[in-house]
C-alpha cells in the first residue's frame, strides 16, 4: 500500500491486531507496570462503524490481559469509536487525549480509570 493512501476504517482483525500489539507493549513496559501495579480494570472496546470489532481488555494489577474477542463480564470502561481512530491509538499513531477532546472517541466509566489507560499509552509509546 502506498503511504499516502488514506484509510477511514479498519477491519476488526486488523483493530485485533492492534490490540495486541498494544498489550504486549504493555506488559513489555516496566514503568506502566510498576505504575499502575495496583490498577485492575475491565474495558470493553467497540468499534462504532464495524458490528463484529468488540473486545474486551482486562488488566489485572497492572498486568495487561490476552484480548478477548466479544464483550465479556460487567465492564469498569467503555472505549467507543471508529475502527481506524481506535486502531490508531492502540498502534500509537494518534493522541487518546487528543482524540477525546475532539469527541473521535466516546468513554464510559471512572475518570481514574480513563486517566490511568491514558498513562499506560504514555509509558508504552515513551518507550518507559
Known sequence: MSADVSRDAVSAEELHEALVEYVDKANASPRSKKTLASWTCRIHIQATDLPDAAFTFHVIKGIAQPIVQGLEGVPDLVVRGGSMDLAEIFWG???PVSNYMQ????????ADDVMRLDAMAMFIFLGQ
Open 103 to 110: 469527541g473521535a472517541i466516546k468513554t464510559q466509566g471512572r
Open 93 to 95: 499513531d494518534a493522541n
